[in-house]
C-alpha cells in the first residue's frame, strides 16, 4: 500500500484557487459548505492520498462518483443524459393526482 502523504490547508486553498473555485468535474461554484476533497483516482483503486490525486469537487458530485474514477464518471454521466435526452418525459414514476377513493389527496407514484 502506497504510505500516506499530509495534505496541508494551504496546498488545498492553492488548488481550488487554480481551480477558479469551481467544482473540478462540474463547474459549480464552491463555497465552503459545499466544497469537498475527492481523489480523482480512489484510494481503493491504487490512487494515493497526495495532493497530485486531489481535486476539490462539489459534495453531491463526490457522493455521485464514489468510487468510481473521474474518466469512468463523467462516461456515465454522459449515458445517463443522453439516455434522458431520447426519453423525454418519463412514464416511470408518474404521479397520480387523485387517491383510489376519487378524492383528492397526497400524490401517489405509480410504476407503469
Do not use: W
Amino acid at each position: 500500500m502506497a504510505q500516506s502523504k499530509n495534505i496541508t490547508a494551504k496546498e488545498v486553498l492553492d488548488l481550488v484557487r487554480r481551480q477558479g473555485y469551481v467544482c473540478a468535474i462540474s463547474g459549480r461554484t464552491l463555497t465552503p459548505e459545499t466544497a469537498s476533497l475527492d481523489h480523482t483516482v480512489p484510494l481503493g483503486r491504487g490512487g494515493e492520498h497526495s495532493i497530485r490525486n486531489i481535486s476539490v469537487v462539489d459534495h453531491q458530485v463526490n457522493i455521485a462518483k464514489g468510487t468510481m474514477t473521474t474518466d469512468e464518471f463523467v462516461v456515465m454521466c454522459k449515458e445517463v443524459a443522453a439516455y434522458q435526452g431520447r426519453q423525454g418525459e418519463s412514464p416511470v414514476c408518474e404521479t397520480q393526482e387523485a387517491s383510489s377513493e376519487g378524492g383528492l389527496g397526497p400524490p401517489t407514484p405509480t410504476l407503469f
